[in-house]
């Protein structure tokens, strides 16, 4: 009686039903919003913010390294 029920089960993630990612189904009134248009937008900020954290670490590396010296 421990825990037979469980194994039984069908998770619906897992088994015969899948989840269908509504997230790209969803409808929106101005471009960027959602689907490619949003995954692009993503990319974009990703990229530059990639840039922008890579010069401020230079930046700053530069400035403790001219203030280290003796």
Do not use: D, H
């Amino acid at each position: 009686m421990s825990g037979g029920g469980a194994s039984a089960r069908v998770r619906p993630e897992m088994g015969l039903f899948t989840k269908r990612n509504k997230e790209t189904e969803r409808f929106y009134l101005l471009p960027g919003q959602g689907g490619a248009a949003y995954r692009r937008k993503q990319r974009y900020m990703l990229g530059w913010s990639i840039v922008v954290g890579l010069l401020v670490s230079g930046v700053l590396i530069a400035l403790i390294c001219y203030l280290n010296r003796p």
